[in-house]
């Protein structure tokens, strides 16, 4: 691979944010997170992971799908499509697989999220690999690992006062050409990681539906929902039209999509105020289900990357590695 | 010491079916400590007290209270029985079917929540504290602690210092960029035992009084209103800063406007069992 020092990898960073909105992990206030920074300088590189992580660039917290102008009989609806060509710096291996996730739910089935799809096309993800895995990381036991590329534009490894440069795709080698390295041709050695854990199987996870984990585990939630804010495949939304400023006259509406989460309360609610998911319990076991068996069984990948976040940012300690080995446990004999 | 006199007395409630149920904490296997809900006297040696029992657990009392029929037992720090007296006079827990057991407390240290607290410094609202003994409760254990730290009105930091100083026009500033970080999880609404409508005025799917986005417009209006909401009833004991994923300063927020009731009303909530000053009453017919 080719070699380029990180000083020269800060005048590239220099260079794609002439051009380019580029994104990289900044603290604000002590807080760690993608964000436009406003100096080179500010970007932090050694880092256990942000507190979000990349989806909210790529799939934001909230986004305004349309606005809608009403002036007496005459209405407008315009819609709002985000263009921008944007460059991510410092993605993880598992927030990368995280994207890949939402590709196959978003994209690569019907009907195609338009919002989703357009940003991610204009978005290239250069990845840092991690050295070493985190305290509540289990990256390598769902199938991925600190230094895997995949999903990654451009892939980042560290070596001695630089990076080892692993180009992914033709976006990688796009947003690198031209740029002369430091060093050729490093011989780069994969580092083995194995997996923390064995995962429970489909069959496992299906027949433990009924068990009581869900209860016990449940008791202590508090029905907020970190655990899928922080989660880099979490993609529940919810659109509400919200009345905006009006303007001499022209009535503004706004069609506002933001997230929303299977551990509120008000999620599953339906018609006539009746909720058949009303049970911290069920709720619980829906998030769980969604990451380890009915996105599998739906797109053929694991909806859990193995982040961690959700178990670093509960305010309760409801940890899903935690809940995996009561579900194995419960495997008979 | 303390953690075996829990384990035994909810023991013995559990065995003379006194309650139903026991609310304590326990140590999860990340060593992290957290919430426990024990119905079983078998389960009650997992009940401990240590210093990273942060958690309000009065936040489960109502769903609790609903989901059973008898009396629940509860461990209560000295600052959480203020908020059982909040409760009690809003009339939203029935006392009676209580079964308090208070602990005496030296204080809970500082630090990330998710994590047990390394830091050896006990935190902020600690430090500040008047009780050392709940302010009700039907069992008490501990020993006799000797305060190391007497209430100590001189904690506010820097920024606290700063707040009060500052124009209006920097606090806004300094207090819009804190909300600028909020993703709308409403974790610090979740995990305040008094923010419990059972339809929150800021998640109305008719979204009259504020929008559902994380904007600056609409993270002021929930917060605001949300701090306001609990001005006079608020507790202080922090669950909403800590609960929160990105840090923002509500505890502070809360601190501001306790100050305000005390220095205006001459409320201080929780210390009876008394509605706060600023709640209107509606009365037959109104």
Not at chain 2, 242 to 259: F, H, T, Y
């Given at each position: 691979?080719?070699?380029?020092?990180?000083?020269?990898?800060?005048?590239?960073?220099?260079?794609?944010?002439?051009?380019?909105?580029?994104?990289?992990?900044?603290?604000?206030?002590?807080?760690?997170?993608?964000?436009?920074?406003?100096?080179?300088?500010?970007?932090?590189?050694?880092?256990?992971?942000?507190?979000?992580?990349?989806?909210?660039?790529?799939?934001?917290?909230?986004?305004?799908?349309?606005?809608?102008?009403?002036?007496?009989?005459?209405?407008?609806?315009?819609?709002?499509?985000?263009?921008?060509?944007?460059?991510?710096?410092?993605?993880?291996?598992?927030?990368?697989?995280?994207?890949?996730?939402?590709?196959?739910?978003?994209?690569?089935?019907?009907?195609?999220?338009?919002?989703?799809?357009?940003?991610?096309?204009?978005?290239?993800?250069?990845?840092?690999?991690?050295?070493?895995?985190?305290?509540?990381?289990?990256?390598?036991?769902?199938?991925?690992?600190?230094?895997?590329?995949?999903?990654?534009?451009?892939?980042?490894?560290?070596?001695?006062?630089?990076?080892?440069?692993?180009?992914?795709?033709?976006?990688?080698?796009?947003?690198?050409?031209?740029?002369?390295?430091?060093?050729?041709?490093?011989?780069?050695?994969?580092?083995?990681?194995?997996?923390?854990?064995?995962?429970?199987?489909?069959?496992?996870?299906?027949?433990?539906?009924?068990s009581e984990i869900w209860r016990s585990e449940s008791e202590r939630c508090l029905s907020c929902?970190?655990?899928?804010?922080?989660?880099?495949?979490?993609?529940?939304?919810?659109?509400?039209?919200?009345?905006?400023?009006?303007?001499?006259?022209?009535?503004?509406?706004?069609?506002?999509?933001?997230?929303?989460?299977?551990s509120?309360?008000?999620?599953?609610?339906?018609?006539?105020?009746?909720?058949?998911?009303e049970a911290k319990a069920d709720r619980l076991r829906?998030?769980?289900?969604?990451?380890?068996?009915?996105?599998?069984?739906?797109?053929?990948?694991?909806?859990?990357?193995?982040?961690?976040?959700?178990?670093?940012?509960c305010p309760v300690n409801i940890d899903?590695?935690e809940i995996?080995?009561l579900?194995?446990?419960?495997?008979?004999? | 010491?303390?953690t075996?006199?829990i384990q035994e007395y909810a023991s013995s409630l559990l065995a003379d079916q006194v309650v139903d149920c026991v609310i304590g904490y326990e140590v999860g296997p990340?060593?992290t400590t957290r919430p426990i809900f024990v119905d079983q006297q078998a389960d009650t040696d997992r009940l401990v007290w240590n210093?990273n029992c942060s958690h309000n657990l009065t936040v489960y009392l109502r769903q609790k209270l609903n989901d059973t029929e008898g009396r629940i037992g509860i461990v209560v720090k000295?600052?959480d029985?203020?908020t059982i007296?909040?409760l009690?006079?809003?009339?939203?827990i029935?006392?009676?079917r209580l079964h308090i057991i208070?602990i005496?407390?030296?204080?809970?240290?500082?630090?990330?929540?998710?994590?047990?607290?390394?830091?050896?410094?006990?935190?902020?609202?600690?430090?500040?504290?008047?009780?050392?003994?709940?302010?009700?409760?039907d069992y008490?254990?501990?020993?006799?602690?000797?305060?190391?730290?007497?209430?100590?009105?001189?904690?506010?930091?820097?920024?606290?210092?700063?707040?009060?100083?500052?124009?209006?026009?920097?606090?806004?500033?300094?207090?819009?960029?804190?909300?600028?970080?909020?993703?709308?999880?409403?974790?610090?609404?979740q995990a305040?035992p008094?923010?419990d409508?059972?339809?929150?005025?800021?998640?109305?799917?008719?979204?009259?009084?504020?929008?559902?986005?994380?904007?600056?417009?609409?993270?002021?209006?929930?917060?605001?209103?949300?701090?306001?909401?609990?001005?006079?009833?608020?507790?202080?004991?922090?669950e909403?800063?800590?609960?929160?994923?990105?840090?923002?300063?509500?505890?502070?927020?809360?601190?501001?406007?306790?100050?305000?009731?005390?220095?205006?009303?001459?409320?201080?909530?929780?210390?009876?069992?008394?509605?706060?000053?600023?709640?209107?009453?509606?009365?037959?017919?109104?």
């Open positions: 691979m080719d070699f380029i020092s990180k000083k020269s990898l800060e005048s590239w960073l220099a260079s794609v944010a002439e051009t380019k909105k580029l994104y990289a992990p900044v603290y604000t206030d002590g807080v760690l997170l993608y964000q436009q920074p406003n100096e080179i300088e500010d970007i932090v590189w050694d880092f256990s992971r942000p507190v979000q992580s990349a989806k909210e660039i790529i799939f934001p917290q909230s986004e305004k799908m349309l606005t809608i102008e009403k002036n007496g009989q005459n209405i407008q609806i315009i819609e709002n499509l985000n263009n921008d060509i944007s460059v991510i710096f410092g993605v993880r291996s598992c927030d990368a697989r995280g994207c890949l996730v939402l590709d196959k739910l978003l994209v690569e089935a019907e009907p195609v999220d338009h919002y989703y799809k357009t940003r991610r096309e204009n978005t290239a993800l250069v990845g840092l690999a991690c050295e070493e895995m985190g305290d509540t990381c289990f990256c390598t036991s769902v199938g991925g690992g600190p230094d895997n590329s995949e999903g990654l534009d451009v892939m980042l490894h560290r070596h001695q006062d630089g990076y080892l440069v692993e180009i992914v795709s033709s976006a990688g080698e796009e947003l690198f050409n031209g740029i002369e390295f430091d060093r050729q041709d490093i011989a780069f050695n994969e580092r083995r990681f194995e997996p923390e854990f064995v995962l429970p199987s489909q069959d496992l996870l299906k027949s433990s539906f009924d929902r970190i655990c899928a804010y922080v989660c880099p495949t979490c993609r529940c939304f919810d659109v509400r039209d919200e009345p905006g400023a009006s303007n001499n006259g022209t009535e503004i509406v706004e069609r506002i999509r933001g997230w929303d989460s299977c509120g309360e008000a999620y599953r609610r339906i018609a006539g105020g009746h909720n058949p998911r829906n998030r769980i289900y969604c990451k380890l068996h009915y996105t599998q069984e739906q797109s053929g990948m694991m909806a859990c990357t193995g982040c961690g976040r959700c178990i670093d940012s899903i590695t995996i080995g579900i194995l446990e419960g495997e008979p004999g | 010491m303390i075996k006199k990340r060593r210093q000295p600052c029985s203020k007296n909040v009690g006079a809003e009339n939203r029935d006392r009676d208070g005496e407390c030296e204080g809970i240290l500082e630090g990330n929540v998710k994590q047990n607290a390394d830091s050896g410094e006990l935190q902020r609202r600690c430090l500040a504290c008047d009780l050392t003994e709940p302010l009700d409760m008490m254990i501990g020993g006799s602690i000797e305060r190391k730290n007497l209430p100590d009105n001189s904690t506010s930091n820097k920024l606290s210092r700063w707040l009060e100083k500052a124009t209006a026009d920097d606090r806004l500033e300094y207090w819009l960029s804190e909300f600028d970080r909020c993703i709308r999880c409403y974790a610090c609404r305040c008094l923010c409508c059972p339809t929150c005025l800021f998640e109305r799917e008719d979204s009259i009084w504020t929008g559902s986005s994380a904007t600056t417009k609409d993270n002021r209006s929930f917060h605001l209103g949300r701090a306001f909401h609990l001005a006079g009833r608020c507790i202080g004991c922090g909403c800063q800590r609960a929160c994923p990105m840090d923002i300063n509500l505890g502070e927020l809360n601190r501001v406007l306790a100050r305000e009731m005390e220095e205006q009303f001459h409320h201080r909530a929780g210390y009876t069992v008394e509605l706060s000053p600023i709640t209107t009453i509606l009365g037959e017919g109104r």
